[in-house]
């Protein structure tokens, strides 16, 4: 029994999908089928139930999905000492301009308790780059916001934030409970630097293209909302300074929080913090 395989069962477990399992291990579905059915003929039962209602744990699939998460956590723990041992054992975090959201602080105390010994680096970016240094190969996971370019990266959403629009307090508009991309059509909105990536400057311009002042930083798109009555896009959750207010767009996607690492890398400590990452933004 390889660990490869424990971990091909536990994503089945967790997902109760094949399908989504796969996407999940970036593979596809024929060969974990293949993985688990191997599984279950070494241990001479079955693990799940499949039926056209979907896929369900049996009691012996229970058992071994404790055993195989403790299992695949000791081996984690060993790989990440070894490291620690041999000097290697540190990760650096790409996290963009202006976060201070609180289930990135439980993330931060869950992975120090987990992993005390691991040297942990932040690269903080601006919002010119919203893979945080990750397409550049600066960093090793990130903590961001999509849409961005994915390619060559592994993405899990973790959270979906409602967005609004950034106005001042004394904009006619300001006034209104809620308000729609129309609503700011003739508005100048703050860009981002040329060269940034296009699918995530489109998001934050409502999917058009805009006129306005070019901002790389959270505190540049605030002075230039205050002092040009610029127009751009925020999160709900993001408390704005005095002079500043921010009102729901309805028809504007919600912004989704995500860890993203580069595809294929089995780094022990990557893959405990998307789980930890998973875990403290679903709390």
Same mark, same amino acid.
């Given at each position: 029994?390889?660990?490869?395989t ?21 593979m ?17 039962a ?14 012996? !699939? ?14 984690e ?21 202006g ?13 120090r308790?987990?992993h005390?010994?691991v ?13 945080? !240094?990750l397409?550049?190969?600066?960093v ?35 006034r ?23 699918? $995530?400057?489109?998001?934050?311009? !409502? ?21 040009n ?12 300074t ?9 028809d504007?996607a ?6 993203? $690492?580069?595809?294929g890398d089995?780094?022990?400590?990557i ?8 875990a403290?933004?679903?709390?």
């Amino acid at each position: 029994m390889e660990l490869r395989t424990l971990r091909y069962f536990v994503a089945v477990a967790e997902e109760l999908h094949f399908g989504r399992a796969a996407t999940r291990l970036h593979m596809s579905q024929p060969p974990l089928s293949r993985a688990i059915k191997q599984l279950e003929s070494e241990l001479g039962a079955a693990l799940f139930d499949r039926s056209s209602a979907g896929v369900t744990l049996t009691p012996v !699939g229970a058992v071994l999905l404790d055993e195989a998460r403790a299992l695949l956590d000791r081996a984690e723990r060993l790989r990440v000492r070894v490291a620690a041992a041999a000097g290697a054992a540190t990760i650096t975090i790409g996290v963009l301009d202006g976060g201070t959201d609180p289930s990135a602080t439980r993330l931060a105390d869950a992975y120090r308790r987990r992993h005390p010994s691991v040297e942990v680096r932040i690269r903080e970016t601006d919002l010119a780059d919203p893979t945080c !240094g990750l397409h550049a190969g600066l960093v090793d996971i990130a903590l961001a916001r999509g849409p961005f370019d994915e390619t060559g990266l592994s993405v899990r959403q973790l959270r979906a934030d409602p967005v609004g629009a950034l106005l001042r307090t004394d904009d006619p508009l300001a006034r209104r409970d809620s308000l729609k991309l129309a609503d700011l059509a003739d508005r100048r909105w703050f860009l981002f630097p040329e060269g940034t990536d296009p699918i $995530w400057q489109a998001y934050w311009n !409502g999917g058009k293209s805009r006129e306005g002042p070019v901002v790389r930083a959270v505190q540049e798109c605030r002075q230039a909302v205050l002092w040009n009555g610029t127009v751009g896009m925020t999160v709900l959750g993001h408390d704005p300074t005095d002079g500043l207010t921010v009102v729901p767009v309805t028809d504007m996607a919600p912004s989704k929080v995500v860890v993203a $690492w580069n595809e294929g890398d089995t780094n022990p400590l990557i893959r405990s913090f998307v789980e930890l990452a998973t875990a403290s933004y679903r709390d």
